[in-house]
């Protein structure tokens, strides 16, 4: 079963935005700290954000300033404003409570910042 569905990746051009929204289809996680993070090929999963439970938010340092996380508790979603993109962003972006369940991975959505 898929818990978590990510959604709203695509093609973009350096210094763009997207808006990436994973919904928590069974509200399995209520009342976990939630997470974004990304992976290209060849290399590890990487942490991008987390909101817990009350509010508190913590970025990676590659993306503080630009990405902003976000959560609607009433519809189950997580979000992740994404601005001023770039290449190095080109990835797929996963979302996952925090720390992650293994078996809690979804299919991810893909985010291209190319020109």
């Known amino acids: 079963q898929e818990y978590l569905v990510e959604s709203g990746g695509g093609l973009v051009q350096p210094g763009g935005s997207l808006t990436l929204s994973c919904v928590d289809s069974?509200?399995?996680?209520?009342?976990?700290?939630m997470a974004w993070y990304r992976q290209v090929p060849e290399k590890e999963r990487e942490f991008v954000a987390v909101?817990?439970?009350?509010?508190?938010?913590a970025y990676a340092d590659s993306v503080k300033g630009r990405f902003t996380i976000s959560k609607d508790n009433a519809k189950h979603t997580v979000y992740l404003q994404m601005d001023n993109l770039k290449p190095e962003d080109t990835a797929a972006y996963y979302c996952?409570?925090?720390?992650?369940?293994?078996?809690?991975w979804g299919q991810g959505t893909q985010v291209t910042v190319s020109s």
């Open positions: 996952n409570r925090h720390p992650f369940d293994p078996f809690a």
């Open positions: 069974t509200n399995i996680f209520a009342g976990y700290a």
């Open positions: 909101i817990t439970n009350g509010g508190v938010i």
